[in-house]
């Protein structure tokens, strides 16, 4: 199945992560891989003090900017895509994330129908979670569940910096 979590709001890496601790209790087998994120969070530092799962990040502490990309950062995303369609045809793992992969469709960075191609015989009992923002129709469409996050207020708004605890 793959599931689909999308749209403005708050909670979509979040509710990924809420899936993986939920498969680890069931001594699922757990890959986390993260595009264009690079700065450390709490989440993470518990999930490899604990060694839950691997997790595998390709992007930077930069912030990537579509209208004038940083071809380092471009690079390593397309690094962790091909990275990534190689877990997928392996199959070696239970619940395999792909935290921001919407977002890397909607930039142009990876086509979403080389993605889809490469889940086509993909065995049911494995598990996709992608995340991100703009998620692509086409992965909206072959998705089993899509849950798009809707900000109705969020604390940003007045101070535009993150919380430790609740965002880093």
Known sequence: MILVFTGKGKGKTTA???CAIRAKGRNKKVVLIQFLKGSNTGELSLIRELNLFPIY???TENFFYPESPDQKIVDLVKKGIKFALKLVSSGEFDILILD??????H?????????LRAVETF???KHIIITGRCAPESIIKRADLVTE???VKHY?????????GLDL
């Open 107 to 115: 930039w142009g960075i990876a086509e979403p129908d080389e993605f």
């Open 123 to 125: 065995p049911e009992e």
């Open 156 to 164: 940003f708004t007045g101070t535009g910096k993150p919380v430790e």
């Open 100 to 105: 921001e992969l919407n977002l890397v469709f």
């Open 57 to 59: 990040r390709f992007g």
């Open 16 to 18: 990924a992560l809420g």
């Open 149 to 151: 996050m809707r900000e």
